[in-house]
């Protein structure tokens, strides 16, 4: 008798606990759903044609997409990558893919699919292959600076590399969504896992401008109003805020995180998702992914209460990439120079600021070792400190 009491205890504490256990994971599902309420990009193009047309030639776009035609596989099939005379990883085309073949004096050794390709390609892709619910990056990866391919950066010399777990960190920068079991609020579960078909590639609306279901319901009930209704405005928010909502993926990578950054919207302050965010006084300051801190290092940043990133840049912009518009927001503040005589002299001087005042600087995060090179190559990226070089 005692001892049915103690077992029918041990039942009920249990069934209590997977109760609250259930509801524990019920409840945060639906915060999930009512917190976020995405309309998903697909619905923005009814009301904003143009914006939503010009945004398909973005990089943030593109910044990670599957590969099902091989268009992000540049340069052609047959190429062959040597580690040493014996040991080779291969390109090769399938019936079922395309796939990097590692080659053990001539025999094949083990063949993984292209499945995801990881940034638009402007200065690299690097790609990834599914083992059940984990992803693992390839061991090559693709450098238009070469034209051509390269080990992956951060990945073993010596030979073919499989096993770098790309995890949802990686896709909270360069994808909208997937859902994880990685524990992201200090819980002990450790795990790598990622739920296949719940990744959203890219980066659509919602992660720059928070969720927009309420928004979307508003104006299709209300197809008169012309203000915007639920929504974050841009230019209601302050420079800190706007730079923010950049920075929480142009501050670096490296930062220990408090959350999931998926839930970041703008208006929010990136502290609330870093545990640290470095400073710009540090001196560690990288030119890849901390685009933030090197700006807010400058003397424009600082001395100006208005240069912010949209100042240059808009993902709705349609003239990229020239640097003589660029410039211009140079010049815009800075009508008259005090250049000597020996700057003045170079043809640059008028129409191109750039290349002197934010030069191409090697990443001290990234750089590729090519085939049969004993140095490793750099990744060249515009320094956001300007200033005098
Ligand atoms: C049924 C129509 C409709 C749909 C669908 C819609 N919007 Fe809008 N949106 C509007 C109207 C109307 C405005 C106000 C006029 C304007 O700025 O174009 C607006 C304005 C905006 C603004 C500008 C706010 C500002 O700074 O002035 C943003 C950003 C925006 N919408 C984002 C989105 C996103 C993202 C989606 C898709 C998830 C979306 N909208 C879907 C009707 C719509
Ligand atoms: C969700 C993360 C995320 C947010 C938010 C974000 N970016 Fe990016 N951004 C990226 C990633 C990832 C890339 C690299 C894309 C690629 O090439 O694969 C990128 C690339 C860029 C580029 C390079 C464009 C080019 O043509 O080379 C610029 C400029 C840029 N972002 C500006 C901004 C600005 C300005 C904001 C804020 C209004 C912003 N980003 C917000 C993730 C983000
Ligand atoms: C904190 C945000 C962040 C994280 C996390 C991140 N990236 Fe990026 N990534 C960026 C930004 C921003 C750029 C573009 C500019 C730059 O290099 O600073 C970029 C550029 C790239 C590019 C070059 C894209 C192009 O069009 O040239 C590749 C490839 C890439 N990232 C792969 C990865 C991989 C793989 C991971 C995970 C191991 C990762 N990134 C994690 C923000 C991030
Ligand atoms: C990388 C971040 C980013 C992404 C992605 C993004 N936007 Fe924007 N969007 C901005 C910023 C920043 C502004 C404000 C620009 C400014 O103030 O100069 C803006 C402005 C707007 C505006 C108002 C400006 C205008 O000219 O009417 C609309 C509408 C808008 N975005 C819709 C969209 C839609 C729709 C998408 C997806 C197809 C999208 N945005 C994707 C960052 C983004
Ligand atoms: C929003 C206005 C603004 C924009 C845009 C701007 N700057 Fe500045 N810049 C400033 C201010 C303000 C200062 C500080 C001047 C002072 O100290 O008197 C400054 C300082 C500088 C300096 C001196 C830096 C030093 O360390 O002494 C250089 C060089 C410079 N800017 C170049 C540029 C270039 C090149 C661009 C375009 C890529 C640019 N600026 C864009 C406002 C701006
Ligand atoms: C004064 C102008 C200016 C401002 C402000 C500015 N950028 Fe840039 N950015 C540039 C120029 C110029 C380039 C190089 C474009 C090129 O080479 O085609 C660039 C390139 C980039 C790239 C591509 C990486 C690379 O090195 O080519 C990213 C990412 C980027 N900017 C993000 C940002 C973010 C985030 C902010 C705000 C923190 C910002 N930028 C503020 C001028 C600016
Ligand atoms: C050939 C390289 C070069 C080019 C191109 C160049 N600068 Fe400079 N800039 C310098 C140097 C070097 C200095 C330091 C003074 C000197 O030696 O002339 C300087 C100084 C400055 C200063 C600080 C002096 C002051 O007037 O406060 C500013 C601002 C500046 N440049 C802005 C620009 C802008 C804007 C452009 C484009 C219209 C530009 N520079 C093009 C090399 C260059």
């Not at 009920?12 to 309309?39: G, R, Y």
């Not at 590692?102 to 990834?128: C, P, Q």
């Not at 700057?343 to 008028?350: F, P, Q, S």
């Not at 750039?354 to 990744?379: E, N, R, T, W």
Request: proline fraction near 3%; charge should be positive; hydrophobic fraction near 30%.
């Amino acid at each position: 008798m005692k001892r049915k009491g103690r077992l029918l205890l041990v039942f009920s504490t249990i069934a209590i606990l997977v109760i609250l256990f259930s509801q524990c994971m019920d409840t945060s599902k639906n915060m999930k759903a009512t917190e976020t309420s995405i309309a998903g990009a697909k619905t923005c193009v009814q009301c904003h044609k143009d914006i939503s047309n010009s945004y398909l030639n973005d990089v943030h776009y593109a910044a990670s997409s599957p590969v099902e035609n091989n268009n992000q596989i540049k340069l052609g099939t047959d190429y062959v990558y040597e580690y040493d005379k014996n040991l080779k990883v291969a390109i090769e085309k399938r019936d079922s893919g395309t796939y990097q073949v590692v080659y053990f004096n001539g025999k094949e050794d083990l063949a993984k699919r292209f499945d995801i390709a990881i940034g638009a390609g402007k200065n690299a892709y690097t790609y990834a292959s599914w083992r059940g619910n984990i992803l693992r990056q390839l061991p090559l990866s693709f450098f238009n600076q070469i034209n051509g391919w390269a080990n992956s950066p951060g990945l073993r010399t010596s030979s073919p590399d499989f096993g770098r777990i790309i995890d949802s960190r990686c896709l909270e920068c360069h994808s909208s969504f997937i859902e994880s079991n990685k524990a992201n609020n200090g819980s002990l579960i450790v795990s790598h896992e990622m739920l296949k078909s719940s990744l959203v590639y890219g980066i659509d609306c919602e992660r720059c401008h928070g969720p927009a279901g309420k928004h979307v319901e508003f104006h299709l009930k209300n197809p008169d109003e012309k203000e915007a209704k639920f929504m974050v405005l841009y230019k209601t928010l302050t420079r800190k805020q706007r730079v923010d909502a950049c920075g929480i993926c142009h501050s670096g990578n490296d930062a220990e995180l408090l959350k999931s950054t998926f839930s970041f919207k703008p208006g929010e302050d990136i502290k609330q998702y870093y545990a640290h965010v470095s400073s710009a006084q540090e001196s560690q300051l990288d030119v890849h992914g901390q685009q933030n801190q090197m700006l807010e290092a400058s003397k424009c940043f600082t001395k100006s209460n208005s240069l912010e990133c949209s100042t240059c840049h808009s993902p709705h912009d349609q003239n990229k990439g020239s640097l003589t518009l660029y410039s211009k927001k140079c010049i815009s503040c800075h009508a008259t120079i005090k250049h000597t005589q020996k700057t003045l002299e170079n043809a640059m001087v008028k129409t191109n600021c750039i290349d002197c005042h934010m030069p191409l600087k090697p990443s001290k995060a990234i750089s590729f070792q090519q085939a049969g090179m004993s140095d490793v190559s750099p990744y060249m990226l515009r320094s956001h400190r300007i200033a005098i070089y």
